[in-house]
Each structure stands twice: as C-alpha cells, then as structure tokens.
C-alpha cells in the first residue's frame, strides 16, 4: 500500500481516496453532497519502495520513554510531598477537596471545549459539497491536498489542545463553584431587586463565569466549523452570484449564532444585576441613569437577543438570509441605542443639571453598604473639642494614658535587640518588632517584643544550612513606656537561658524551629543512642561552647524511608539531602515555615494579615495571625485597592503587603501557629460571617469555634492591623452621614504623611497599637489608632490640623476560656471642630523642628559623629485636646554601635517640652506640673542581666563634672570588656561594650555643654533638624 493509500485506508474506506463518506444525491445546497476529492494516492505512486520515513532506533525510543517517565515521576513527586505535608499538619481534606475540585473542572471544560469543538469540525467536513464543478472544485482541491494529509491530526489534536487550554483555565474558577455550592444567606437585601447579598458574591460571579465559558466555546467550534466549511466549499465565493453558502453551512452558522445570541441575552440579563456592582461611576453601584435607564434597557435587550433567534431559526428553515441580517442589524443599533446613547442622553441633560439632588438616594446605598462591606456601620462618633490652650495639672485624669505612652520605637530597636540580646552570630531579629500587651503584678504594660530566630551563615555546608542550625531560641520582650540604664531597653524577658519578671525558661518552650525568617528546610530527628547534632544555644554565662539538642515531637512529614527522602530530594533539587548519612529512620522534614505561608496553605480562601506576631500562650511560643474573608462582588460598596490601603511608612515592600480589590472584608478568622512544632489552629472569629459559614461547610471540622481558645490566648489577641488600614481609608471619606455633604465632598479627610520618614516623601503614618483610654470609655484598653487630617483639594493649600482620631478596641480577653470582651473591636471617632487649629502630625513635627532650644540641643546631641534619631510620632487625645509625643535617640558611629533614647519631645497646640524623660518634658508644656502619672525610668532593675547596679549615673551638677564622670565610666567599661574578653564571656563583653558607647556619648553631650554659648541674636538662625530616615 502506498502512501496515499495509506491516509486513504485512516480516513476512509480502502478503496475511497477522498477519505469520506459516499452520501448520494442532492444538490449542493441540501444535505446530500457527492464525495469531494480528498487527494488520491497519485503523487506518491511514484515514491520509490522503501521511501517511507524511518522508524527511531531501539536507543532513541528508550530514552524518550525514559525522559517521560522522568517528567512523570518528578510531577508525582511535587504533588506526593505536598499530600505528606497536608496529612501531617492533619488538614488533608484541604488538599484534596481543593485538588479534586480542580481535577473536575478541567476534564469538564476541557470535555465541552473538545467535544463540541470537534463536533463542530467533523459535522462540518462530513456536509461538504461533493458535485464542485469546473474552476470551483479544482480551487477547493488546492486546499484540500494541503490539509488531507494532516486532517485527522488537526481533527483531533486541535480540539484536544483547545480543550487542554480551556481546562486549565477553568481550573482557577474552583473557590467560585465551592462557594456557589455551600453559600449560606447574608440576611441582608439590595435595595433594588431585593436579592439577598450573597447572591452577588457567590452566585453572580459564578454565572458570569459560565457565560464567559460558554461564549467562549461557541466562538470557537463556530469559527473552526466556518473554516472548515470554506475550505471544503460549503461557503465559497462565486463570481456574479457573490457568496454561496451551502445547507449545511448554514445551518451551522445559525445554530452557533442562536446560542452566541442566547448568551447575550444572558450577559444582558445578568448585567442588571451586575450594575449594582459597577465601579466606574463617582460612587459604586447603580446610580440614577443605571437605574432608569441601563437596568431597563438591559431587560429590553435580553428579550431582542431571543427574537433575533426567532429569525435566525426562520432564515435555517426557507434559507433566505435576509430576515437574519434585518434582525442582527437592528440588535446592534438597539443595543448602540439602547446601552450607550439613551443612558448618555439621560446623564447629561436629566442627572448632570441637578445632580446632587438625582443622585442623593444612591449616594446614601453607596454610604450605607460601604460602611457594611468594611464592617464599619457601627462606629461611634463623639465630638471632641480639640483643646491647645495648656493649664496646670491638666493631665491628672489621664493617668491610664499618659502611664502607658510607648518611647520604646519598636520600629528603631532592632539593632538594639541585636546587639544586647542576639549572643550569636546565628540569631537574628526582625528589623520591625512586634507589640503586645502583658499582665505584670496584676498591671497590664504595653511591650516590644521579637523572636530570636535562626540566621545560619548563608555561603556555609548542607549539615550546617539544613543539620546543625534548625532553629531560633526564646522571646525577647522589652517594657515599651519604661527606659533602662543609659536609654536601653527595661528587658521583661531576655537572656539565654532566658529569665526575667515575665516569665523564665521553665515556664515556657523557647526554642523557635517556624518562623517568619525560617531556613527553607531543616531535617530533624535521631536513633536511639545517637549524640545531639542540631546547635541549641549557648552554655551558661562564660563559656565558648553550644548545648545541642534534638527535636522531640511531630514537625514535619518523615523522611526515615528512601521513596520519601528521594521525593523530597526532587523537591528541593537536593543531592545532599537524598545521599546524606545524616538523615536517618527518625528524621523528619520541616518546611514552609512561614506562619503566614502555612495558614494560606490551610486556608486558601484567606486573604493573611502579614504583620504576624509572636505571644507566650499556655507554655508555647505560638504565632499570632489574622486571616480575612474577602470580596470584589459586594453591591453598592466602593472598592480598596489593598495595596495602596495597607502601604505606610513601615510596610513599603510590595512583597509584604495585602494585594487586590476588595469591597467587603471581614477578619473572621484568627489563627495560631506553634513556634515548636508547626501546628496550625484556626478559630472562627467572627462565626456570623456568611463566607466563613460557606468555607466552613466545604471543609468540614477544620475551623474551631473561638470558644476553644484559651483564656491567655485571647489576652493576646488584638485588632488586626491590615484591616484597620483599610478600614481608616474608607472612614477618611465614609465619615460622612448626609449625602449632600458628601457630594459635595466638603469634608474629606486623608491619613497624614509619616512626618518622621525623611526622603521617603508621601508615605502614610503608621497606625500605632497603644493602650489608652478614650472618652468615654470606662477603662483603658489596648487600640489601634490613626489621626485624620483635611483631604488635600486643588488649588488649595492643604492644612495639616486635626480633624478626627480613630481607635479601634483590640482587648477582647475577659480571663474567661473561650469568652470575648463584649468591647472588642469597637470603633471610636473622636471628631474635632471643622475650625479647629489642633496641630495635626506633621505641623507637631515644624514646631518640634522651629523649636530655638530643640535645634540647639539636637545639634549638641550630633556632635562627635552621632545621629539623631527621630522615634514614631505618638499622638494621644488628653485634657481634651491632642498630645504629640516623640522620642529622641541617639545612634553614635560603628558598626557595633544602636540607637539609645536621649530625649522626650512632647507638645501640646503650639507648645514644645524637650527634657530628658517624658514627666519633665510634660511639666515643661504644662506650667510647670502636667498631673499626668508616668512611667518612672527603671535603673538597675531594668538593666539587661549582668548590669545590675550599672545603673545610669546620676547628673553632674556641672558639664565639666559630667564630663568627668563620664570619662571614668568609660574606663571601667572598657576594663570590664578587656576582662570579659580575657574570660572568653562573650555576653558580658557586649554589656561592657553597651555601658562604653553609652559612656562616651555622655563624654561628647558633656564637652558640648562646655562650648561657649551662640549669641541670642542669632538663634533664629539655627539650623532645624531633620527628620530621620
């Protein structure tokens, strides 16, 4: 057999060259068509025997089935370790509902993309004229030979490839069909077809999607049947008659254009509903011309999309084209009419002249569920009078506050941590701390706080990088209102083996194997008789040496047999970790290590606060984070763009931040990470939520009721800070009550820059967590606060004054198991008079710069090379005004050197205090006495351990007196560091090296004060410090 006959034999019967059917019969515009010519074997009679192409050699074809299977097992691979971490953490069901979800969604869309596609070519090529005469049948046959010999390829591998593609993208649709199966009613109605709100966030969406699928499916097996249909001349161009299109063709094209048209009439149905989501407008949802006209109109050209069917169901029935034509030209003028002109002409010559009064009843949905998707309706706004004249005693009844005011910078103290508490080169701080809350004898102090965490040295061997250093050691929690010796830290908790008032080694388990800096992967695990290898911590005080250790409990999947150390070498792309004689029968695997990562692994449909923190809960160090169930689809509410809500002067990384849109958010879950172990615990926070329910019902007995949190666990939640973010954005404009006076947007507010961000220009102030008191509030409690300023408008010089203050309730503890404080999450508004002159963030920050003593001072404090610091600037409602608060520190040169507080600044409407400590920068402003109750700075006893009695000298009478004292402090620190060096104390010699720096500025603050004083005339002209960067 030759060849062709060959491709004769595939397509056809043996003796039919064309490759098709023989239907007889019938002219070439009905249904049966005489065979085309699909190509005889002619041409290849001619080949010499023996021609054909050669088969691969028994070596090729080994190595290609080799090479697929190699594919094949390095993809099982992936998926294998991926279901041995899941079924370890015990969230199984998590992978597979999600994974086998996904799996029905591509063989279903990828079987109706491919079956109808092929229908649509194989019908189209079995109906192709036969009887072609003369110039006609040889122009199709100039095509056919070209397409004959690949035919069945193209057939078959065309629908299957389009299928594969369809498929795959029909995979990322898989949260919408599990919520659209598991939705549960919000219990709320849109105001304008009375709809409950889950159908636009579980529902809607769904449908859009199909629609999209299925449009796509109909242009496509359309189009391909189309070039089939031309190519085999069933639509052809004939010279004098124009275009000829064949039965079958025409049955085609109509069939395919009825169900494109059916799916319009769906778009247009749907798109009623989707006007209540529309974001294009001056405000989100449907506004008066989408009401009145784009609603309506929609609704009239649903119902012409199934007219024109009719027509098209007419023209396959008598053949005559023209009725479609007239109906498919008269839908597209309606709709160009009906979608664009008519709304445009009721916009313009109905809303635009009266706008605010047409549009104020849908201003006020847009405010209404805006404030309900952000979950902000019930915030409760108190007028406060914004106070700046200042009178003795004035702060007496806001001790609770002023006793709690934060001058330990968590975001300055990283270096500080490092190098007083780090010990070893292997741990490492956070350059951000975190800030808590803990009860100390009954009182309940605000902290700074960070994990010392693994940091193993980065160019150094497999068994150091993933055998020896596999985790970090204890908590490091500093007092964050009181100030130890020499402007350091007042430690709560610090040391190795750590010790202090808040807890000690035996209270609780330090050792930290996850965390936010984690090493990618570490393997685990011993036999029995074998020494420790993993590197622990250091020994007592005075020894070079490291204790070892071992890991003891269930971190990670086992790697003890050889099929999974080989899957996890594949992984990772590890030699090493599959031939190592380090890893043993016992050995475990920990990885993804990231609290964050693993709760958006458990939970894949929570969007994952990234500002995670680390709390002592029931003797564990456990990883605090907030999770958020999110949506674009919420009617009537204005979007946030998450990454330009949750940016501020700390958070600029785009890699650390909340990213998408969102018209409604909820922070209904909190989860816990163990810092030990790995394991991950979700609680339903906030149990009403409708989303929540939904996910809750796809993975069943994952998420816990909060009422199993413990009672030391809920003492450490607080308000998340990523949604506070959000949330302070959309109050900056949803503040507003009357929809007149938001029109007309005559009250806009914005969140201040970072007055103390230096060349990083633009960038919002930090939301600050504080425990306070707020009017009103009957105790004080631990918030999360911004201050507003009015939105800057063009053409108009913005005022940096103080128009509002938001906090945020974030004590939910009651000392209770499982109870919440009826008070968490209350959100207070303390609005200020639109003519107040209450310096707002960033006017404090001119006058702090203006300040004649501040400057001079400041300036002493530069000299000798050191850098003054600016810390975060603190702002407090009190004595019915507004109080600034700033530390000062004082960072010297070197590479061992670290910011250490210097002074207090403080104001209070125009007037400046700059003191040492805050009780007398207060009394500066306040006439000599503020009233306030202040924290008193700790000496010996809040000195890190081994500096008991170092406390900071007392003040010299004189400068020359101080520099004296100074000098010999300097002295003995140095004398104690050459002896702790001699002794091989490595701890006591970064103390001794701490109480030198510290000794030596005051050398330098001394010999400043002994220079000649600048003459007054000519202090106006000093120079005003600049904010650090």
Do not use: C
């Not at 279901?83 to 996904?102: A, S």
């Not at 900071?952 to 020359?960: F, I, L, W, Y």
């Amino acid at each position: 057999m030759s060849f062709g006959q060959g491709f004769g034999g595939i397509f056809g019967r043996p003796d039919d060259p064309s490759g098709g059917s023989d239907d007889s019969g019938g002219s070439n515009r009905g249904f049966g068509f005489s065979s085309g010519n699909g190509g005889s074997g002619d041409d290849d009679k001619s080949r010499p025997a023996g021609a054909g192409s050669r088969r691969p050699g028994a070596l090729l074809l080994t190595l290609i089935i080799l090479g697929v299977l190699v594919v094949l097992f390095v993809l099982f691979a992936m998926v294998y370790t991926e279901v041995l971490w899941f079924n370890q953490v015990g969230y199984q069901n998590v992978f597979w509902t999600e994974h086998f979800t996904k799996a029905i969604l591509f063989v279903l869309a990828g079987v109706v993309m491919a079956v109808i596609t092929w229908l649509a070519l194989h019908l189209a090529y079995k109906h192709r004229p036969k009887n072609l005469a003369g110039q006609l049948r040889q122009n199709v046959e100039q095509y056919q030979k070209q397409l004959e010999p690949i035919r069945r390829l193209v057939f078959i591998g065309a629908p299957i490839l389009i299928g594969f593609f369809a498929g795959t993208a029909a995979m990322n649709g898989w949260e919408q069909v599990l919520l659209f199966f598991n939705q549960v009613p919000y219990g709320m109605e849109d105001p304008e077809f009375g709809m409950d709100l889950t159908f636009y966030m579980a529902t809607l969406p769904l449908l859009s999607t199909i629609i999209s699928f299925l449009t796509s499916v109909v242009l496509v097996a359309g189009i391909a049947g189309i070039i089939v249909h031309y190519l085999y001349g069933g639509i052809r161009i004939e010279d004098g008659t124009g275009i000829t299109v064949e039965r079958a063709a025409r049955f085609h094209i109509l069939i395919f254009a009825s169900l494109y048209m059916l799916l319009q009439g769906g778009r247009y149905w749907l798109n009623r509903y989707e006007t209540l989501q529309d974001q294009s407008g001056n405000w989100a949802g449907a506004l008066y011309t989408d009401v009145n006209a784009v609603i309506p109109t929609s609704t009239i050209l649903a119902i012409a999309a199934i007219l024109v069917i009719g027509l098209f169901i007419a023209t396959m029935v008598n053949g005559r084209w023209r009725l479609s034509i007239i109906g498919v030209a008269g839908f597209i003028v309606a709709a160009l009419i009906a979608g664009s002109i008519y709304p445009f002409l009721i916009q313009e010559y109905r809303v635009a002249p009266t706008e605010q009064t047409m549009e104020a009843p849908y201003i006020e949905r847009n405010i209404q569920y805006t404030r309900e998707g952000y979950d902000v309706a019930d915030v409760e706004y108190t007028p406060y009078a914004g106070e700046t004249e200042t009178e003795r005693g004035a702060l007496s009844g806001d001790g609770a506050t002023t006793a709690n005011v934060r001058l330990m910078d968590p975001n300055l103290l990283s270096q500080t941590f490092g190098q007083l508490q780090q010990f070893r080169p292997y741990y490492s701080f956070p350059e951000i701390l975190h800030v808590d809350r803990y009860e100390i004898d009954g009182e309940v102090r605000d902290t700074v706080l960070a994990a010392r965490e693994i940091n193993p040295p980065g160019d150094d061997s497999w068994v150091n990088q993933h055998v020896i250093y596999t985790h970090g050691y204890g908590l490091v929690v500093a007092d964050a209102s009181e100030v130890g010796g020499g402007g350091r830290p007042s430690f709560l908790l610090s040391g190795i083996p750590t010790s202090g008032v808040l807890a000690s080694e035996e209270d609780y388990e330090p050792r930290i194997y996850f965390g936010r800096n984690a090493p990618e992967y570490s393997v685990v695990g011993k036999e029995e008789g074998e020494a420790d290898r993993e590197r622990d911590r250091p020994q007592e005080t005075g020894s070079e040496q490291d204790t070892a250790y071992t890991f003891s409990e269930e971190g990670g999947p086992s790697i003890g047999g050889m099929f999974n150390r080989l899957a996890y070498a594949i992984k990772f792309g590890s030699t090493e970790l599959f031939l190592s004689q380090d890893v043993n029968s016992q050995s475990q695997i920990l990885f993804d290590r990231d609290p964050v990562q693993r709760v958006e692994k458990v939970a894949p449909y929570l969007s994952v606060d990234t500002n995670t923190y680390p709390a002592i809960v029931d003797g564990r160090v456990k990883w605090i984070v907030d999770g958020y169930t999110t949506s674009d689809a919420f009617p009537y509410s204005d979007q946030s763009q998450l990454e330009s809500a949750t940016q501020d002067a700390l958070n600029v990384d785009p890699n650390l931040i909340l990213s998408g849109q969102v018209n409604y958010i909820r922070n209904s879950v909190k989860a816990t990470v163990d810092a030990y172990n790995g394991e991950v615990e979700l609680y339903a926070w906030e149990p009403e939520d409708p989303l929540l329910q939904a996910w809750m019902n796809v993975y069943d007995n994952t998420v816990k009721p909060y009422s199993e949190m413990s009672a030391e666990l809920m003492d450490h939640v607080r308000y998340p800070e990523d949604m506070f973010k959000v949330q302070r954005e959309i109050l900056a404009t949803y503040h507003v009550d009357d929809a007149g006076d938001f029109y007309e947007a005559n009250d806009a507010w914005s969140i201040p820059d970072d007055p103390t961000s230096g060349s990083e220009a633009g960038v919002k102030i930090p939301a600050y967590y504080m425990t306070m008191q707020m009017p009103g509030q009957e105790q004080p409690a631990f918030q999360l606060t911004t201050p507003y300023i009015p939105q800057e408008r063009e053409g108009v010089a913005q005022r940096n004054v103080l128009y509002g203050f938001l906090g945020a309730n974030g004590d939910a503890g009651t000392g209770e198991d499982g109870v919440k404080a009826e008070s968490y999450g209350h959100m207070q508004m303390l609005e200020l008079p639109r003519q107040t002159t209450t310096p707002g963030p960033g006017q404090a920050q001119n006058n702090f710069n203006s300040d004649d003593t501040v400057s001079r001072e400041l300036n002493l404090l530069r000299q000798g090379a050191s850098d003054v610091i600016n810390g975060n600037m603190i702002t407090l409602p009190v004595a019915e005004g507004i109080l600034y608060v700033q530390p000062v520190y004082v960072r010297s040169t070197g590479e061992t050197s670290y910011p250490v507080l210097r002074k207090v600044l403080v104001a209070f409407g125009d007037k400046v205090g700059f003191a040492d400590t805050l009780a007398e920068s207060l009394d500066q402003v306040f006439e000599g006495e503020s009233g306030a109750e202040t924290p008193e700075e700790q000496q010996a006893e809040g000195a890190p351990e081994g500096e008991e009695g170092q406390a900071e000298p007392p003040v010299a009478s004189s400068p020359g007196e101080q520099l004296t004292e100074a000098l010999n402090d300097a002295r003995d620190a140095m004398e104690r560091s050459d002896s702790a060096m001699a002794d091989g104390d490595w701890a006591a010699y970064g103390e001794a090296q701490a109480d030198l720096q510290d000794a030596l500025e005051r050398a330098l603050a001394a010999e400043g004060d002994e220079a000649p004083a600048e003459p007054e005339g000519d202090a106006g002209n000093t120079e005003a410090p600049t904010p650090a960067d």
